[in-house]
């Protein structure tokens, strides 16, 4: 007999095409639906009926697809998910895309194959910048503190330029002029914590080193490596700044390896409001975010939409607060 992955490799398509074709789902191609369509009847399959009208109908399942569950941002706020789906009788599927846009996508056709109730989703950049193009959403969706173009979808952020602002405010009013910076390449955060950054340089009438402000994998080895590229440049920056809590890590073990004193030949600062930034000495300085509160209201958003599929798209900014410790200088 036929299999359903038979069809597939026959068609040259994935099993939940073949699924969504069969189900007469839309945000399939006409000509993908045609060929699967030929080769359905050419191979004479005939799908479970029985399973299929189980599947029909939608789980307690609620899937959130994370872009690095080694993020402890991420850990806080599927905490938090699991949490507030448990005391409504709901269970969580955790994903974790690694920032690959490939492997994110086909996380979002796997859920959309098991028919889940819906989806809380942290957007890689390039998913973000054409989600239209590349994410069809016949299925509830609240995006987790990214964005995306042209998507009009729940979702809960927080305000990155600001923040960003305010950490490097915080730097140059400790003295600090000459500050290496370094910001995710994969996701809208890095990209918007880039702008907050820029804007206080310029609004304090600092010079920009191209040099010094860069743009890199938000990964704790790359962050490592980067200092250590900083360290180097002939005018060593007086502060190293990061945008993520990954990042910060390996930038800090930069610094103790190179020698230097926090704060007085270097500051420290970074987003993210990790454990061993208030346990090292000195303690880091650091915009913490509210990480349960985002995924306790993007589950709520997510239960409501299910809820109440017409109303209205709400976007909730959350507030983060800037720490103040010992890394940073005399404030």
């Known amino acids: 007999m036929t299999t359903i992955k038979e069809v597939a490799k026959a068609a040259g398509v994935s099993t939940a095409t073949v699924s969504r074709v069969l189900a007469d789902k839309p945000y399939v191609r006409p000509e993908i639906r045609q060929r699967v369509l030929q080769v359905v009847d050419d191979l004479d399959y005939s799908p479970n009926r029985v399973a299929r009208s189980l599947r029909s109908q939608k789980t307690n399942i609620i899937s959130l697809i994370v872009s690095d569950i080694q993020n402890p941002f ?16 709901m269970s969580v599927f955790v994903c974790n895309s690694d920032e690959n846009q490939a492997k994110e996508l086909r996380y979002l056709e796997h859920m959309r194959a098991e028919n889940v109730a ?174 349960y509160e985002i995924g306790k209201t993007a589950t709520e958003l997510l239960l409501e939409r299910l809820r109440e599929p017409e109303r209205a798209t709400r976007r909730v900014v959350l507030k983060p607060t800037l720490v103040v410790r010992g890394s940073c200088g005399r404030h």
């Not at 991420?74 to 009788?89: L, Y």
């Not at 600062?269 to 650091?286: Q, Y």
């Open 118 to 291: 819906g989806i809380l989703f942290s957007p890689t950049r390039l998913t973000s910048e054409a989600f239209t193009e590349v994410v069809r959403t016949d299925l509830p969706i609240v995006l987790i503190d990214r964005q995306a173009v042209g998507a009009d979808l729940d979702s809960v952020l927080i305000d990155n330029v600001r923040a960003a602002y305010e950490l490097a405010e915080h730097l140059i009013q400790d003295g600090h002029q000459r500050i290496g910076a370094m910001f995710g390449s994969t996701s809208t955060t890095g990209r918007e914590r880039r702008q907050g950054f820029l804007q206080a340089l310029q609004g304090y009438g600092l010079e920009v080193d191209p040099e010094l402000v860069v743009t890199i994998e938000a990964r704790e080895d790359i962050g490592y490596q980067t200092t250590q590229k900083l360290l180097s440049h002939p005018e060593r920056p007086q502060a190293i700044y990061c945008s993520n809590g990954l990042v910060a890590r390996g930038a800090f073990r930069a610094l103790r390896e190179s020698g230097l004193r926090i704060p007085e030949e270097v500051g420290f600062a970074s987003f993210d409001d990790t454990a061993w930034g208030a346990l090292v000495e000195p303690p880091v300085t650091v915009i913490r975010q509210p990480t």
């Open 74 to 89: 991420f850990t806080a706020v599927t905490r938090a998910v699991e949490d507030v789906a448990s005391a409504h009788d």
